[in-house]
Nanobody, 127 residues
Framework: QVQLVESGGGLVQAGDSLRLSCAASGRTFSDYHMGWFRQAPGKERAFVAAITWSGGRTFSADSVKGRFTISRDNAKNTVYLQMNSLKPEDTAVYYC????????????????????WGQGTQVTVSS
């Protein structure tokens, strides 16, 4: 079992930056690829970014490319999402998620492929 706890959300203005953190516990963190997803009111959960177990490869949604950066520190059991140039349409609850690096592809943008989820952190961007 992997426990994930997000932090760092808040209310910001358009153009501001935020850094989300997700602390993992319970299992060997480097056994998992990690992802960030977001869910806006009335919408389905959407892929934001993913990172492989070693941090060697990252992937991001077109809507955040060039603005958001995912990274991880395996020594601290933490994955981060640096969000720059925030827009009102980035407003959502942001979730981190983990998927085992064994028996899986290195990349997935499908929520169903992730077995562990945090409780989410709210990000609100005002115009």
């Amino acid at each position: 079992q992997v426990q994930l706890v997000e932090s760092g959300g808040g209310l910001v203005q358009a153009g501001d930056s935020l850094r989300l953190s997700c602390a993992a516990s319970g299992r060997t963190f480097s056994d998992y690829h990690m992802g960030w997803f977001r869910q806006a009111p009335g919408k389905e959960r959407a892929f934001v970014a993913a990172i492989t177990w070693s941090g060697g490869r990252t992937f991001s949604a077109d809507s955040v490319k060039g603005r958001f950066t995912i990274s991880r520190d395996n020594a601290k059991n933490t994955v981060y999402l640096q969000m720059n140039s925030l827009k009102p349409e980035d407003t959502a609850v942001y979730y981190c998620a983990a998927r085992s690096k064994y028996w899986t592809t290195i990349y997935s943008d499908i929520p169903h492929d992730y077995g562990y989820w945090g409780q989410g952190t709210q990000v609100t961007v005002s115009s």
